[in-house]
């Protein structure tokens, strides 16, 4: 099964849902996806033991179906860490994967083909990934009531299949000439 397999190679992180949906054979997901792992330990006799994740997918949600990933959203903090994903996950999407993601350093909506899948990039400025993705596709509370998590992930999915991307399709080349800079304000507390 992905899930384990992903799970026994460490490449799940601060998971917050990982189990079957109602629907017999597939999977939701909800948590970090470990996109360049740490260094190893060298203190450690443990060979699996690991430096903290060098990049992530952070917040990530997706639905497996037959060993493939159908449904993929989640935060890239970078647009260059697009084919990063693409060369460690891209084997593991289904053809027809519905993948919208969150870029912080976009500044306006796009699309971008790679490796036969369609990303749908949505700029990101702050707040919560999975409550700004319910919001984009018009998802209320009260639809996700009752639901386990693992459904919850699974409405999102049936939602995002009528999901019209906002921007225009770009070769990836185009997205990365148009990245802006990111300044992220620092916080202070209390005097």
């Known amino acids: 099964m992905l899930l384990a397999d ?12 990982n189990g079957e949906t109602s629907t017999k054979g597939v999977y939701a997901y909800r948590g970090d996806l470990v996109l360049k792992e740490g260094e190893k330990c060298e203190s450690s006799s443990n060979p699996n033991d690991r430096k903290p994740p060098e990049a992530l997918l952070v917040h990530s949600a997706f639905i497996v179906e037959n060993d493939k990933i159908v449904f993929l959203n989640g935060l890239l903090p970078k647009l260059e860490l697009l084919p990063m994903f693409v060369e460690k996950y891209g084997a593991d999407l289904a053809v027809d994967c519905i993948a919208i993601l969150y870029i912080e350093n976009i500044a306006k ?6 490796s036969g899948v369609t990303y749908k990039l949505l700029p990101f400025k702050e707040g919560l990934v999975w409550n700004e993705f319910l919001e984009e596709l018009y998802i209320e509370k009260h639809e996700l009531k009752n639901q386990s998590a693992e459904d919850k992930v699974a409405i999102a999915y049936a939602a995002a299949k009528s999901y019209k991307a906002k921007g225009a399709l770009v070769s990836y080349e185009e997205a990365a000439a148009n990245t802006i800079v990111v300044v992220k304000e620092a916080a202070v507390g209390a005097i």
């Open 109 to 114: 909506a796009m699309q971008v083909e790679l």
């Open 6 to 17: 992903y799970q026994a190679k460490g490449l799940l992180t601060v998971t917050l849902v």
